[in-house]
């Protein structure tokens, strides 16, 4: 089996920083995935990378960038934290779109 | 946009009974429809998906049926066991280069022994 790991697992971080999230799969997974989730809330897609050279904005992309640096990495920025956006930020990874995905353990952002 | 709604956010079951978690969409071009489960302080884990050409879906325990018409789709546990407690989030998606995917905001589901 494959694992997913995110660094760091705490980020703390002070409003207005540039803050970046790391993610690495061993699955050989064509697809990745960042997702932001509140508390007590669903997952909100932030940017998905279908293959190693693409990258795709979800529907919360707005004052994040990303980048997939090799087939098995892709990272998350946060360009300027705001304290509204503490949550959990979860990696995951997939052999394509539309297929069962694997998540990471998480990186919980606070911002003070 | 697209709205997933999961219809009971907790629910409470004896041991041995079945559990029902609802779900409802709004988008039409919605195909795909997977099912996550997260146990306290876990990330998420896959436990059942079904697609749009499909209208019924069984692993073990997990039934998960789909009413495109009414763009609403369900998950069945069975035979409820105290580790299946958790919180389980049904998701939909698109595809064919309009990718989408949209989440519940989860339904914790408590098995009392």
């Known amino acids: 089996g494959g694992i997913i790991t995110q660094t760091p697992k705490f980020l703390i971080g002070q409003e207005g920083q540039k803050l970046t999230l790391k993610c690495q799969q061993n699955f050989n997974h064509d697809t990745m995935y960042w997702y932001r989730q509140d508390s007590g809330k669903g997952l909100r897609l932030i940017y998905y990378?279908?293959?190693?050279?693409?990258?795709q904005k979800g529907d919360l992309s707005e004052g994040y960038d990303a980048s997939r640096e090799k087939k098995s990495s892709f990272s998350l920025t946060v360009t300027s934290a705001q304290k509204n956006e503490m949550a959990v930020f979860l990696c995951?990874?997939?052999?394509?779109?539309?297929?069962?995905?694997?998540f990471g353990p998480g990186t919980r952002l606070t911002v003070l | 946009g697209e709205k997933v709604e999961q219809h009971e956010s907790t629910l409470s079951v004896r041991e041995g009974d079945s559990a029902v978690i609802n779900c409802t969409y709004t988008d039409t071009a919605s195909s795909y429809f997977p099912w996550y489960k997260q146990e306290a302080g876990k990330s998420l884990h896959f436990v059942i998906d079904i697609r749009s050409n499909v209208d019924r879906k069984q692993s073990q325990r997990l039934i998960v049926l789909l009413d495109k018409k009414a763009k609403r789709f369900s998950l069945h546990i069975t035979a409820t066991q105290p580790e299946d407690s958790a919180i389980y989030f049904c998701a939909a998606s698109t595809g064919n280069s309009n990718n989408r995917i949209f989440f519940g905001d989860g339904t914790q589901l408590v098995v009392k022994p």
């Open positions: 990378s279908i293959t190693e050279n693409d990258l």
């Open positions: 995951a990874s997939s052999i394509g779109w539309g297929y069962e995905q694997y």
